[in-house]
């Protein structure tokens, strides 16, 4: 017979069987699967941390978003966000699915066309291209979407070297009641450079404007600031065809939707307070429907949804170092994985669960990463069970963002696996070791050893 695990008595008032203020229970029960496949199984073989992603949950998270869209508005196409995860496995999902790539740099748009995106189904974004990245991505009839007058002229200045004409929409920024106004990109609506940049692109008549681009923001919970978006690209759609006769092919939403990751400082979990696809569905498509564009065309709805398709489908899995107590008498748990991994929890309360069942009692813990950092926080203040050194967790939602901000700091990066239709596991981006390194580093003669 196994000796108990010894658990330091604590004083704290009662609460069992009463409903915190969310309505739940205070146990936090364990999570020891994903998709049927044991955690414990995937820690024991592929190491702790790792990082598990669910083919599933993206492939029926994808289905369900596009729904939403197309069966409100007749033309609909989706465009992966490569910034949000560019693992090629991941990419290569939400392809097979249907979805086009847009991506912000020339390392995106390589990974594009390897992942065998044709070109005309990148959407090219951002504001740092290269005349090199420009040609390439134009003369392989690529969406070009122009952040600034800089990049405009540019375009203009290479327009004789290229093969193609180019394919272009302008990204514009405007007030939709969000704050702050993402007014870093593209051009401002409310000022007219905008309709300027229009103006400037149709009279050259060596460029085809054939889209207009929006991206209000992050984690936008307000749909309505969507609608109010669409209108105002509306009226620049209609003032355009007054002008010039030409009419806008495409109407572009970029992202924005928000995971149901709760962010800090929310009074409320995401999961009862986030939009659903449906909610932004409804918003976007009402107000497409509900404009009269030139000659009764109805654009392409293009949306660039990255982190509402991704969180959900993915877990960060790993083992308790040790616990100590604080200055103040506070618990804290140190974890092998710290904000290295997670440069997301310095904004999100990430839920973490014991992978197997633990003790009953939980109280006040903060929960720090292994990096010597005062700030490897990954959660400042959460009501955990005692888990001792060696056992499991399991962090939930975070395949966005994560896997493309994270960094080698300290310790190596660990194995991501990828879980298939069939429960079988497979490894999509192997640990690092010294050799990654080492063949990037070059120590001049003089340092070397004799």
């Not at 992603?53 to 492939?59: C, G, N, Q, V």
Request: net charge neutral.
């Amino acid at each position: 017979m196994s000796k108990k695990i010894y658990e330091r008595p604590i004083l704290r008032k009662v609460v069992e069987g009463i409903p915190n203020k969310f309505g739940s229970l205070k146990r936090l029960r364990p999570v020891e699967t994903i998709d049927n496949v044991a955690i414990n199984d995937i820690i024991d073989e592929y190491g702790s941390p790792v990082f598990i992603i669910s083919e599933k949950t993206i492939r029926e998270t994808y289905k369900t978003a596009y729904c939403a869209f197309s069966t409100r508005y007749p033309k609909v196409q989706f465009a992966w966000s490569y910034k949000t995860n560019y693992l090629d496995a991941v990419c290569r999902i939400f392809h097979q699915e249907g979805s086009w790539a847009e991506v912000v740099s020339g390392f995106e748009y390589e990974k594009a066309l390897d992942n065998n995106v044709s070109g005309s189904k990148i959407i090219f974004n951002g504001p740092d291209k290269s005349d090199a990245d420009l040609t390439r991505a134009i003369n392989n009839k690529s969406l070009i979407h122009i952040d600034h007058f800089d990049e405009l002229y540019t375009i203009i200045e290479i327009l004789p070297k290229l093969k193609e004409r180019p394919q272009v929409a302008i990204r514009v920024n405007m007030d939709t009641g969000i704050i702050p106004q993402w007014d870093r990109f593209g051009f401002n609506y409310e000022n007219g450079e905008a309709w300027n940049a229009i103006n400037r692109i149709l009279t050259d008549g060596g460029i085809d404007l054939i889209g207009l681009h929006i991206h209000i923001g992050t984690y936008i919970t307000m749909s309505k600031a969507y609608s109010i978006a669409i209108e105002k690209l509306a009226a620049l759609a209609n003032k355009t065809f007054d002008r010039f006769q030409k009419s806008i092919s495409y109407i572009d939403v970029g992202g924005g939707f928000a995971s149901q990751n709760t962010l800090q400082g929310a009074y409320m979990p995401a999961t009862d307070t986030t939009p659903s696809f449906d909610d932004y569905a409804h918003a976007i498509t009402t107000a497409m429907t509900s404009v009269n564009f030139p000659n009764n065309e109805t654009p392409t709805l293009i949306l660039e949804t990255g982190r509402a398709l991704i969180d959900e489908a993915g877990w960060l899995a790993g083992s308790v170092l040790a616990n100590k107590r604080l200055a103040d008498g506070r618990r804290a748990m140190v974890i092998d994985s710290g904000i290295n991994l997670l440069f997301t929890a310095f904004w999100y309360d990430y839920e973490i669960f014991p992978v197997q069942e633990t003790s009953f009692q939980s109280e006040p813990t903060t929960i720090y990463g292994p990096l010597c950092m005062n700030i490897d926080v990954v959660r400042n203040n959460i009501d955990f069970p005692l888990l001792n050194k060696g056992d499991r967790f399991v962090i939930k939602r975070v395949g966005a963002y994560t896997m493309t901000q994270w960094m080698q700091f300290i310790t190596y990066r660990p194995n991501v696996v990828l879980i298939d239709l069939n429960g079988k596991v497979h490894v999509i981006r192997k640990e690092e070791n010294k050799e990654v390194f080492r063949i990037q580093e070059l120590v001049p003669k003089h340092l070397q050893n004799k």
